[in-house]
């Protein structure tokens, strides 16, 4: 066996100079904004930081990193990243990010979406399998906490793309909203959204100072992505004078909507419905509420029964919402429930999944 020759350079990680950083005028303003939001996560000991490799999500690992050396407090943060396999390059990208992040002692996880994979919505597919795998890393580390490096143009995206899709307050909405839960596999995960007043510019501004670096994803710039066109739409908008001001002001009104919306919808669930013998018993008053608050009513509750982080389709809810009203006994399964009407009564019980 050859012997390690002992002149061989050792590699040297240098820590961030957080204080040094912070003299930044610009880096200690966008610093103050997370921090307060941070604030407000209380009793955390372990979060999950969502990286890209973007400019948004290594400027987000800077932050969080800076926040907990300057509270010291007792958190531990663990940095994940997805390659999702879709381009050639992914691989090496993943492996870049994870040293780039090293050289600044920041270890880096890397979670790849194995198998085969789809051919159209891919954009939504991969989105969601990256949750999926972020979800159970989370669940086996037993993390309740996912920070995510959304910034202000995210929640503009998002308006417009659900604006297209004809979404009502809650989809127009509910991406504005800071902190989100989810239920996934009986298990409840936080995603924080700490940088949502952040503007974009200002984040590759830190990525650059801190790291001089980050990963430029090239399908960020194909056409054939909605989400691409409507990025270019709102660089438009923005040229020809569009106030994103009042845009924002919108957002958040309609935000403070749907959590007045949100309350009914709590209240309709614990007054009309009843568990007993492990079956969810509707009474006939959950369905004199307007029309919208039946609709979330009976999703929440769905995907609450199937402890899914996603509800059954919109469409198949309305189209069930209405056999419910006119008929007087059915049977239908979604969602993982078996939904059972006889005359004013409604049953809904967790699906049996057959064994392999």
């Given at each position: 066996?050859?012997?390690?020759?002992l002149?061989?350079?050792k590699?040297i990680?240098?820590?961030?100079n957080?204080k040094?950083?912070?003299?930044d005028?610009?880096?200690?303003?966008?610093?103050?904004?997370?921090?307060?939001?941070?604030?407000?996560?209380?009793h955390?000991?372990?979060?999950?930081?969502?990286?890209s490799?973007?400019?948004?999500?290594?400027?987000?690992?800077?932050?969080?990193?800076c926040?907990?050396?300057?509270t010291?407090?007792?958190?531990k943060?663990?940095?994940?990243?997805?390659?999702h396999?879709?381009?050639?390059?992914?691989?090496?990208?993943?492996?870049?990010?994870?040293?780039?992040?090293?050289?600044?002692n920041?270890?880096?996880?890397?979670?790849?979406w194995?198998?085969?994979?789809p051919?159209?919505?891919?954009?939504?597919?991969?989105?969601?399998?990256?949750?999926?795998l972020l979800?159970?890393?989370?669940?086996n580390?037993k993390?309740?906490?996912?920070?995510?490096?959304h910034h202000q143009?995210?929640?503009?995206?998002?308006?417009?793309?659900?604006?297209?899709?004809?979404?009502g307050?809650?989809?127009?909405s509910s991406?504005?909203?800071i902190?989100?839960?989810?239920?996934f596999?009986?298990?409840k995960?936080?995603?924080?959204?700490?940088?949502?007043?952040c503007?974009?510019?200002?984040?590759v501004?830190?990525?650059?100072?801190?790291?001089?670096?980050?990963?430029?994803?090239p399908?960020?710039?194909l056409?054939?992505?909605?989400?691409?066109?409507?990025?270019?739409?709102?660089?438009?908008?923005?040229?020809?004078?569009?106030?994103?001001?009042?845009?924002?002001?919108?957002v958040?009104?309609?935000?403070?909507?749907?959590?007045?919306?949100?309350?009914?919808?709590?209240t309709?669930?614990?007054?009309?419905?009843?568990?007993?013998n492990?079956?969810?018993?509707?009474t006939?008053?959950?369905?004199?509420?307007?029309?919208?608050?039946?609709?979330?009513?009976?999703?929440s509750?769905?995907?609450?029964i199937?402890?899914n982080?996603?509800?059954?389709?919109?469409?198949?809810?309305?189209?069930?919402i209405?056999d419910?009203n006119?008929?007087?006994?059915?049977k239908?399964?979604l969602?993982?429930t078996?939904?059972e009407?006889?005359?004013?009564?409604?049953?809904i019980?967790?699906?049996?999944?057959?064994?392999?």
């Open positions: 066996m050859k012997k390690k020759s002149s061989a350079k590699t990680h240098k820590k961030i957080f040094k950083i912070l003299k005028e610009k880096i200690f303003k966008v610093y103050k904004v997370f921090s307060k939001n941070l604030d407000n996560l209380n955390i000991n372990k979060i999950a930081i969502s990286v490799g973007g400019p948004d999500s290594m400027a987000l690992c800077f932050l969080v990193s926040y907990v050396s300057n010291n407090k007792p958190i943060t663990l940095f994940y990243i997805i390659d396999g879709l381009r050639k390059e992914s691989a090496t990208e993943a492996a870049l990010v994870k040293k780039k992040l090293k050289s600044k920041l270890n880096l996880k890397i979670l790849r194995k198998g085969k994979k051919l159209s919505n891919l954009q939504s597919l991969a989105r969601q399998k990256r949750y999926r979800f159970n890393e989370c669940k580390s993390i309740n906490t996912i920070l995510t490096a143009e995210d929640v503009y995206e998002t308006f417009f793309s659900r604006l297209l899709r004809g979404s307050t809650e989809g127009l991406f504005a909203e902190k989100k839960t989810f239920n596999k009986g298990k995960i936080t995603i924080f959204r700490p940088l949502l007043n503007s974009k510019q200002d984040l501004y830190i990525s650059k100072k801190v790291f001089n670096f980050y990963v430029d994803d399908s960020n710039k056409e054939k992505f909605q989400r691409v066109r409507l990025r270019n739409l709102i660089s438009n908008l923005r040229n020809q004078g569009l106030d994103f001001q009042k845009l924002k002001l919108t958040n009104n309609l935000a403070s909507t749907n959590r007045a919306i949100n309350e009914l919808v709590n309709n669930v614990y007054k009309n419905v009843v568990f007993r492990r079956q969810h018993l509707i006939p008053k959950f369905f004199l509420y307007p029309d919208e608050i039946v609709f979330r009513s009976l999703s509750l769905i995907k609450k199937n402890k982080y996603y509800p059954p389709r919109g469409k198949q809810i309305i189209n069930l209405r419910l006119k008929k007087d006994k059915m239908a399964t969602g993982g078996i939904i009407k006889i005359h004013n009564s409604v049953v019980t967790k699906e049996k999944l057959k064994k392999s």
